[in-house]
């Protein structure tokens, strides 16, 4: 039997010949993959890469994770189900329990799961329109900088200009407020609350705020514990219902499950994707609190809301966290990118550069954009694979497997390093 090392070289000029102009990720890395393990892949060259993107962080758990891969494997030879809508099905079935006994019974936390469908911007739409259908307002809070998904609904909360023009036509229905920390030595609570308070400030009660925690795509800007615990509190007092978009800060990558837990927040609504299926296979969960699940059946549907392999997977992802040890696995690592950030930051001062997320997704803004962008071009010429992210594209950022081991990290650091001393000689 032939496997895909056996089939001819497939060229990058495949691509320019038959895939539209609207990819962008074989741009970045251009070159053709073959293979992937843990925390490397490998292109039809042989060269290898370590992996500091993790597939923009659906890959938490590692490329084809062993335990997840005999599963799926097994589950496959027996002609269990794989797809299902949202008829009930064993795999299904199990996936709830497991994650309601490990993940929300230990929290306190009283969601009902949605299946909302396969990706991240689905999770987004579902949570805008409960939120509507709950409170009768039209009207979502979101915040500078924020990333929520490209459908239409996910767009009109995301402040990415380039972003938002692709939709083709007015976004509406959406008021933006400043992001902690958005403008240094201004209080941003305050600011909000003004208008909330002042019926003639041109702001309607809103039916929610939608915020991310760490904003992945805005430019790993980390909300503080403090600055969260008020929104919350605003929200509250003023009837909003507060949903957390955990799509890429979610499912460990701050350091604990949820991204919010260290604040001490409990949101009406969660949105997550990306990693909750644990193998990079399409899957999306909206919580609900179970006051709020007021939907009449079938009025928010999809075709793929029930990926079983989806399923597999994610219930064995849920092992990692029965304990506290890949918390806090995490956390050493996480210390381990900061210090790193910190010798760069002080070390190239030329850089100007600033460090700034949290956890295993932790990045630095450097003055100039464009030195951020050949710092990414020049890693991956080395052997690793790096994205940028923020308005500008200032920000080159890590986000490593959560798997990753210390010599992956370090040889990713020097990585970085050497792409440092490079890009500034440019």
């Known amino acids: 039997m032939s496997t895909i090392t056996d089939k001819p070289a497939i060229a990058m000029d495949v691509f320019e010949l038959f895939e539209s102009k609207v990819r962008s990720y074989s741009r970045s890395f251009p070159t053709v993959f073959k293979k992937a393990k843990n925390y490397k892949l490998w292109d039809i060259n042989d060269k290898e890469y370590i992996d500091f993107f993790a597939g923009a962080g659906a890959l938490n758990y590692g490329h084809n994770n062993e335990k997840m891969k005999k599963l799926l494997i097994s589950y496959l030879e027996e002609d269990a189900i794989t797809h299902s809508l949202d008829m009930a099905t064993v795999a299904r079935g199990e996936f709830l329990k497991k994650f309601n006994e490990i993940i929300l ?24 329109k409960i939120a509507r259908k709950v409170t009768g307002r039209n009207t979502v809070i979101s915040f500078t900088n924020g990333f929520h998904g490209m459908t239409i609904g996910s767009l009109s909360v995301t402040g990415n200009a380039s972003k938002r023009d692709g ?3 007015p976004l509406n229905n959406t008021v933006f407020m400043p992001f902690d920390n958005y403008v240094d030595n201004t209080n941003s609570i305050d600011y909000i609350k003004a208008f909330l308070e002042n019926s003639s400030s041109g702001v309607d009660l809103p039916a929610a705020m939608i915020l991310e925690t760490v904003q992945g795509e805005g430019g790993i800007n980390a909300a503080s514990y403090e600055w969260l615990r008020s929104i919350e509190k605003i929200c509250r007092e003023f009837d909003i219902l507060l949903i957390i978009d955990d799509v890429q800060a979610g499912c460990g990558r701050t350091g604990t499950f949820f991204s919010f837990e260290p604040a001490e927040i409990t949101p009406d609504i969660v949105c997550l994707s990306k990693s909750v299926s644990g193998y990079g296979l399409p899957m999306a969960l909206t919580l609900i609190k179970s006051e709020y699940d007021i939907w009449e059946p079938g009025e928010h549907n999809g075709t793929f809301r029930g990926n079983n392999m989806a399923f597999i997977a994610a219930a064995e992802a849920l092992n990692y966290w029965e304990t506290n040890k890949f918390s806090q696995e995490i956390t050493q690592k996480a210390e381990m990118v900061s210090s790193f950030l910190d010798y760069i930051v002080h070390e190239y001062p030329e850089l100007n550069a600033e460090k700034r997320g949290r956890g295993l997704m932790q990045g630095a803004a450097c003055e100039r954009a464009e030195t951020s962008e050949i710092i990414c071009e020049e890693a991956f010429k080395r052997g690793l694979l790096m994205e940028t992210s923020g308005p500008k594209g200032e920000v080159f950022k890590f986000l490593p497997p959560l798997i990753i081991d210390k010599e992956g990290l370090e040889k990713g650091f020097q990585i970085v390093e050497d792409s440092i001393k490079a890009a500034l000689k440019n």
């Not at 936390?109 to 805008?128: C, H, I, Q, R, W």
């Open 105 to 128: 019974k230990p929290r306190n936390l009283d969601y009902k799961v949605m299946f909302p469908g396969p990706t991240g911007t689905n999770t987004v739409e579902s949570a805008l």
């Open 167 to 169: 939709a083709g036509i």
